[in-house]
């Protein structure tokens, strides 16, 4: 059963239970990582097979199509309905400070040209960012996140 620790940010001794509850977290990061980024992996080569084995392999539902994952949208508003409306309430008020929190934290495009002439910024897409350095003597170099390029990698456009 997971215990779920409570800190007191005024209690004596909460930097120390802090710092040890994050050094706790951030042990096992590396091989949660490895093993996310492997079952990605795997669903992007090998598709909706490879989503089927994941759903009979965490899930146990054996599926023989992935369209059967999809919850009719009349399944989700009879739950929706039957929801206590202390909780939904509460459900939908996190979704709105999620919400706004995410809406902060976008970038927006920018551009300068420094003293060199070199046009320098950031151009945001839905996808992910683009950086860029325009040097008049190179052209454009940019660096993409990696749904662009993969891993952050340099691309020349």
């Not at 409570?6 to 802090?18: E, I, K, M, P, Y």
């Not at 009719?72 to 709105?96: M, T, V």
Request: charged share 25%; net charge negative.
């Amino acid at each position: 059963m997971l215990t779920i620790r409570r800190l007191n940010s005024q209690a004596d001794g909460f930097w120390q239970d802090f710092d040890r509850m994050l050094d706790a977290n951030l042990e096992g990061a590396g091989d949660v990582n490895a093993t996310v980024q492997g079952i990605i992996d795997r669903v992007r080569l090998e598709g909706d097979s490879a989503l089927l084995d994941y759903t009979r392999q965490f899930d146990r539902l054996e599926l023989t199509t992935a369209s059967e994952l999809e919850i009719p949208k009349a399944e989700l508003y009879q739950a929706l309905e039957e929801i206590d409306p202390a909780q939904r309430d509460a459900l939908e008020q996190a979704q709105k400070r999620i919400y706004h929190y995410a809406e902060k934290q976008a970038m927006q495009s920018w551009q300068y040209t420094d003293d060199m002439g070199n046009v320098l910024g950031q151009k945001n897409y839905s996808s992910g960012s683009c950086w860029y350095l325009c040097a008049r003597w190179y052209g454009c170099l940019s660096f993409f996140g990696a749904d662009e390029c993969g891993a952050g990698q340099g691309c020349w456009r």
